[in-house]
């Protein structure tokens, strides 16, 4: 009998080491490990929340969300300043998860490894773009090659997606040349410090053109839009992206993935998650809108100088 009961308890304890080996494999996260998120102070990313209170909420929901379906794990939320502080926390592999505006992204991804995995995108209105505009009543500038000559163009400021690093590179992408860094310049560019003074200017007829998100346009009332004409469109691009440590398991990856696409079909989030989940909608991310993207952010800020890069 007592041999019988050492073997059984062998055989229970052998039971576990296959065990936990192979949830080891397929990547569930040890409760021991927080599931971390990162983020940058001063990233720009859009979420359509508006209330940074309520934004901070949300992500703190989501993430906890997630870690309830891998087992109820402890989770954590890290923010940084600036790009190079988040690569470094990739790079060690102190931070899991990474969300972030799309071209901050690619310069955190490319510095650190990590791998971009899922988009975020507007729910109801899948154009996300930036919008070349000027003045109605301009008499010299109806299309983007009216630009050339010496024209002045205003941007948020250097870390702005869709106030700068999109608009530029569409820009750039239709034959444009800034100064700086061209001598031979087709268009002088200034940052304003906002999307809102770039409109002021192009109003004031302090600047010629301004580069403004698509999602400011449509809320203007008719009284301002009247008065304007777009010029050009850029692409859409997302929302933010979401991107993992370099060598998370991809069972893990997958698992997250899954967690976050069925988000909209939970009815056991909160109020505030909710808003959230009504406002965006998640998505795998294409190969080649990252390549894509990488190539805008080289041609946007290729010979600018900026220590934020």
């Known amino acids: ?39 940058i102070s001063s990233d720009q990313a859009e979420d359509y929340l508006g209330d940074s209170n309520v ?5 703190d929901q989501l993430l906890e969300y997630i870690a309830s379906k891998l087992g109820n794990i402890t989770t954590k939320i890290v923010t940084v300043d600036n790009i190079s502080a988040m ?55 109806y299309h983007l090659y009216d630009l050339k000559g010496g024209k002045t163009i205003g941007f948020s400021d250097p870390q702005s997606n869709m106030g700068y690093l999109l608009p530029k590179s569409y820009l750039i992408d239709n034959g444009l040349k800034f100064s700086p860094p061209n ?36 809320s203007l009332p008719s009284s301002v839009s009247s008065k304007l004409k777009v010029v050009g469109k850029s692409t859409d691009i997302p929302l933010s992206i979401i991107s993992h440590r370099s060598d998370m398991d991809p069972g893990l990856v997958d698992q997250i993935s899954n967690i976050i696409n069925g988000v909209k079909t939970d009815p056991q989030v909160n109020e505030i998650f909710k808003r959230l ?30 220590s934020y890069y």
Not at 3 to 16: D, G, P, Y
Not at 198 to 212: C, F, K, M, Y
């Open 87 to 141: 690569a470094e926390l990739l790079e060690q592999q102190k931070v899991d998860l990474y969300l972030g505006s799309p071209f901050i992204s690619a310069l955190v991804d490319n510095k650190s490894k990590a791998t971009p995995f899922l988009t975020k995108w507007p729910a109801n209105n899948p154009h996300y773009n930036s919008l070349i505009v000027t003045r109605k009543d301009s008499p010299i500038i």
């Open 1 to 39: 009998m007592q041999s019988q009961k050492v073997l059984s308890t062998k055989i229970i304890t052998a039971f576990l080491a296959v065990t936990f080996t192979f949830v080891s494999s397929i990547g569930v996260v040890s409760a021991q490990s927080p599931l971390t998120l990162g983020m």
């Open 277 to 306: 989940n009504d406002k965006i909608e998640f998505k795998p991310i294409e190969e080649q809108l990252s390549a894509n993207l990488t190539g805008m952010l080289t041609k946007a800020i290729n010979g600018t100088e900026s």
């Open 55 to 59: 934004k901070q909420q949300a992500y």
């Open 183 to 218: 001598p031979l310049a087709d268009m002088f560019y200034i940052f304003t410090g906002g999307d809102n003074r770039t409109l002021s200017q192009v109003l004031n007829r302090t600047i010629d053109v301004g580069a403004i998100p698509s999602k400011l346009f449509d």
